[in-house]
């Protein structure tokens, strides 16, 4: 009766033909479906062909570890836990199958690429940029050009509110940014060790900022924000090892034109 997980499972019927087919030779054991032998026999053998279809079904889930739930204990055992998250593991079932998924299934790299979606799979959104020394042959004094692909918004990008609403004038004209470049220039005057650095600048963050009346001097930081040090650490841990991520925060196209007003803004991409 033992069967490879790899064959679909058997309709019932071919499974009391199986267990028909079992029984000794004789006038006493007769072997067709409509005998009394084969309806005591029916029963169990609709229920090992359940059995066959449960057991097929779980073994296309449990398999992948994205979909996986008996097994799921064990792909968590085998990766061990995740040095860069809080407990080493996730705490809803699906945090953790996403986790174990990722973990299981990673083939690494050193690309912009594929740091970019290392942090997007931790739900967070980043910016790469890469710095080089300014090199013979291809810096121009004073006039070394930013590439196309170094424009976020060229034209610029107009504000609005948290809720959406877009910031107008008194004539109720948009309020636009200036153009917003997405790396500031790579060519620059500087040392040769400067392309063994690269910045990764973090999406919008809520700041929480000081205020008169309530900040404490000396001990109330200027602005707060929460940090992605699951995303860093994971960075860190898949770097190239002769290289060195400064992570930033303080992206200024990011920023509200006057934090003190107490608004948080968004940037808006212009429509194409």
């Given amino acids: 009766m033992g069967r490879a997980m790899s064959t679909p499972p058997r309709r019932w019927e071919l499974v009391l033909d199986e267990l028909l087919a079992y029984l000794p030779p004789g006038f006493a054991w007769p072997r067709d479906h409509d005998s009394y032998l084969a309806a005591i026999l029916e029963p169990l053998a609709r229920g090992i062909a359940r059995l066959e279809a449960e057991a097929w079904e779980r073994r296309q889930t449990e398999v992948n570890p994205a979909t996986a739930i008996d097994l799921l204990e064990d792909y968590e055992r085998i990766l061990g836990p995740d040095p860069c998250r809080d407990g080493g593991f996730a705490d809803t079932l699906e945090e953790r199958r996403s986790l174990a998924a990722a973990r299981w299934t990673e083939l690494g790299g050193a690309s912009v690429p594929y740091f970019v979606g290392l942090a997007d799979r931790r739900g967070a959104r980043i910016y790469i940029e890469e710095f080089s020394p300014a090199r013979c042959g291809v810096t121009e004094c004073g006039d070394t050009p930013w590439p196309e692909e170094d424009w976020q918004y060229p034209n610029g990008a107009a504000?609005?509110?948290?809720?959406g609403d877009l910031l107008v004038t008194e004539d109720d004209a948009i309020i636009m940014t200036g153009p917003l470049i997405l790396r500031p220039e790579r060519w620059r005057a500087g040392s040769p060790a400067d392309h063994d650095y690269w910045r990764v600048t973090f999406g919008p963050k809520p700041i929480i900022w000081a205020r008169g009346g309530s900040a404490v001097c000396g001990i109330t930081p200027m602005?707060?924000?929460?940090?992605?040090?699951?995303?860093?650490?994971?960075?860190?841990?898949?770097?190239?090892?002769?290289?060195?991520?400064?992570?930033?925060?303080?992206?200024?196209?990011?920023?509200?034109?006057?934090?003190?007003?107490?608004?948080?803004?968004?940037i808006l991409a212009p429509s194409e």
Avoid: K, M, N
């Fill in 223 to 266: 602005a707060e924000f929460p940090r992605e040090q699951e995303v860093e650490c994971l960075i860190e841990r898949r770097r190239p090892g002769h290289t060195t991520p400064i992570f930033d925060y303080s992206a200024w196209s990011w920023q509200p034109p006057d934090p003190t007003r107490g608004l948080t803004y968004e």
């Fill in 159 to 163: 504000l609005a509110t948290e809720d």
